[in-house]
């Protein structure tokens, strides 16, 4: 069982950055794609940023030029980077690694989620 754990939410004003961590329990965390997510109050779950197994990295167009994922594989975390903070960032920010084996079934896996609250 894959275990997700974030951290480095906070308070932080407009114009401000922070720096949020996902660290997994699994022994196989390079094969892991993973992803960052954020459900704001009222709002429906949106896919932030996406780091593959092999690197490569996508990111919303809202968070774009400001946002950088990233991972270490010997830490097995993954890390979001968010710089020049906007009140519309804040939301709880979701961690999710997906698993696809060659010739076996996806799976996914979820963190519980660290507060981020962007003031003016």
């Known amino acids: 069982q894959v275990q997700l754990v974030e951290s480095g939410g906070g308070l932080v004003q407009t114009g401000g950055s922070l720096r949020l961590s996902c660290t997994s329990s699994g022994r196989i965390f390079s094969l892991y794609d993973m992803s960052w997510y954020r459900q704001g109050p009222g709002n429906q779950r949106e896919l932030v940023a996406t780091i593959s197994s092999g690197g490569s990295t996508n990111y919303s167009d809202s968070v774009k030029g400001r946002f950088t994922i990233s991972r270490d594989n010997a830490k097995n975390t993954v890390y979001l980077q968010m710089n020049n903070l906007k009140l519309e960032d804040t939301a709880v920010y979701l961690c999710?690694?997906?698993?696809?084996?060659?010739?076996?079934?996806?799976?996914?896996?979820w963190g519980q989620g660290t507060q981020v609250t962007v003031s003016s």
């Open positions: 999710k690694a997906i698993l696809r084996p060659p010739a076996g079934t996806t799976r996914d896996y």
